[in-house]
């Protein structure tokens, strides 16, 4: 198994307080990701990074900012949690453009009350 | 947006029944990769299998089959004598873009009872 954890695996909070996840990789792969999972809309993708530093948004990242100053952590910061981000997030890693599969963190569980 | 589809949000069987789960996507790509993942009731996702779009062989590993068909952009799953320990949501999914970045289906949530 891919050595990834994410923290806290359980997380509920008040609207307009900010949340900060972190994903952990012992794998040095280069590639990380940060996708929700909803009923109906299968995962999508808030953030990835493709290096140190180095990040981009993905379908839904509005509300969401992530940062990686180091290969092995990516952040994901809800920068003022609403209802509508209570969900379980799901932190991804990939290898080189040579290995497509993406493994899995076991998942954090945000609701937002 | 190319999209990924899968029809199917629930499908129920007795243990040693086969069951398909179906899987259509959209590309413009001639190059292109698809991907199947597993989601048992724990909640981790488990990847099943990466296919690329030169690759049009059937693959079978156990009790599981996939058949990818590029005419009907399809790439569907099969669970031969199917057990309770298959009960999961299912995700197909396809590379999209760079970086490895993934769609993913909305996935389909398989029940075999007893």
């Known amino acids: 198994d891919a050595g990834i954890t994410q923290s806290p695996r359980h997380k509920v909070t008040e609207t307009g307080t900010p949340v900060t996840l972190r994903c952990h990789q012992t794998?040095?792969?280069?590639?990380m990701y940060w996708y929700r999972q909803d009923p109906g809309h299968g995962l999508r993708l808030i953030h990835y990074?493709?290096?140190?530093?180095?990040?981009d948004k993905g379908e839904v990242s509005d509300g969401y900012s992530v940062s990686r100053s180091k290969t092995e952590d990516f952040l994901l910061t809800l920068e003022s949690a609403t209802s509508s981000q209570t969900s379980v997030y799901f932190c991804?890693?990939?290898?080189?453009?040579?290995?497509?599969?993406?493994?899995f963190g076991p998942g954090t569980r945000l609701t937002v009350t | 947006a190319q999209k990924v589809t899968q029809a199917q949000t629930e499908i129920s069987v007795v243990e040693k029944e086969d069951v398909t789960l179906d899987c259509v996507y959209e590309?413009?790509?001639?190059?292109?990769?698809l991907f199947w993942y597993k989601q048992p009731p724990s909640g981790e996702l488990v990847f099943l299998i990466r296919?690329?779009?030169?690759?049009?062989q059937n693959e079978i590993s156990g009790r599981y089959s996939w058949n990818f068909q590029k005419s009907t952009s399809s790439f569907n799953f099969t669970i031969t004598a199917s057990q309770v320990v298959d009960s999961a949501v299912y995700f197909c999914?396809?590379?999209?873009?760079?970086?490895?970045?993934?769609?993913f289906g909305a996935g389909t949530r398989l029940a075999v009872h007893p």
């Open positions: 991804a890693i990939s290898e080189s453009p040579d290995h497509y599969e993406q493994y």
């Open positions: 794998e040095n792969h280069r590639y």
């Open positions: 990074s493709y290096g140190v530093k180095d990040t």
């Open positions: 590309t413009r790509d001639t190059t292109y990769y």
């Open positions: 296919r690329n779009s030169f690759d049009e």
């Open positions: 999914a396809r590379k999209s873009g760079g970086y490895n970045k993934l769609i």
